[in-house]
């Protein structure tokens, strides 16, 4: 299977927290490079994802179906994934409730975590990817949607990197600063980022860093921009076309 080879070359990989400080999008380039270990395993990864790819079916039947779910803070990413969870049968995998989880374990990873969330910036590519890759490997899904990620230039050669794909599609929820504002300020999950301070920088963040991810999609031709004002059910509707007309 796609998923245990690659995670047995994967599993063998030097501790990703080795150096977390060494690589978050908030630095520049070349702080951004893995030490030559990874490297070494990219290249592992690499190849094993070739040879998957030339079996003569594009390599699907190895490999998930993977769609990134991209969008600003509260524009409904998850509300959304979650429908298309239930009608659609992906795994949903939400960035956010893995480092969550991570908090919540209590370990000093997670305090990193929380310092980082807390000012609304973006955690290291090393450690968000890691936890995606795991879930991933865990959940043994054939079609998933990745929620929250890639946030930036960084998670994005991150997840190739490590992982050794590329997302099939990505959907982009479009929706303006002032309706997501008033829903995470409506949200009411007790969430430490989900007050106005923290909001603002998110969005300043968003801006910056993901809408560049999301342009780099598009110019790829992955990108399925949805707009995201109305009810959630609304939205769905123009979510159902798209995963209607896929093949996977
Ligand atoms: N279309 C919508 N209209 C109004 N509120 C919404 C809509 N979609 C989601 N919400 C609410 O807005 C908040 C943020 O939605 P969420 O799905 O958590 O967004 P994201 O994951 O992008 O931050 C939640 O409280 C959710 O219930
Ligand atoms: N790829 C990611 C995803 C989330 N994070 C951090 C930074 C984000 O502000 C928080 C919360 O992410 P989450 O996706 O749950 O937030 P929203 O659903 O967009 O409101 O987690 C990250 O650092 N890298
Ligand atoms: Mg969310």
Not at 190 to 219: A, C, H, M, Q, W
Request: proline share 5%; charged share 25%.
């Amino acid at each position: 299977m796609w998923r245990r080879r690659l995670g047995a070359l994967l599993l063998r990989s030097p501790p990703s927290s080795s150096s977390p400080a060494a690589s978050s999008c908030q630095r520049s380039r070349h702080h951004l490079l893995p030490t030559e270990e990874p490297l070494a395993l990219n290249r592992l990864a690499r190849l094993f994802t070739s040879q998957a790819g030339s079996d003569g079916d594009g390599g699907h039947s190895q490999k998930p179906f993977i769609a990134f779910v991209l969008g600003g803070p509260g524009s409904g990413k998850g509300t959304q994934c979650t429908k298309i969870a239930s009608d659609f049968g992906f795994v949903h995998l939400s960035a956010g409730d893995l480092l969550r989880h991570e908090i919540a374990s209590g370990s000093e990873k997670g305090e990193l975590i929380l310092d980082i969330i807390k000012q609304g910036r973006i955690v290291p590519s090393e450690i968000t990817v890691e936890l995606i890759r795991k879930a991933m490997e865990m959940s043994n899904a054939n079609k998933v949607l990745i929620d929250g990620f890639p946030r930036c230039e960084e998670n994005r050669v991150a997840f190739e990197r490590i992982v050794g794909t590329e997302p099939d599609i990505v959907i982009f929820f479009d929706c303006p600063e002032d309706e997501m504002v008033k829903r995470l300020l409506g949200r009411n999950q007790g969430r430490v980022d989900d007050n106005i301070e923290t909001i603002k920088k998110r969005l300043k963040v968003f801006e910056s860093l993901n809408i560049p991810v999301v342009d780099y999609y598009s110019s790829r031709g992955k990108v399925h921009k949805i707009n995201a004002t109305g009810t959630a059910d609304e939205i769905f509707e123009a979510v159902r076309r798209i995963f209607s007309s896929l093949r996977f």
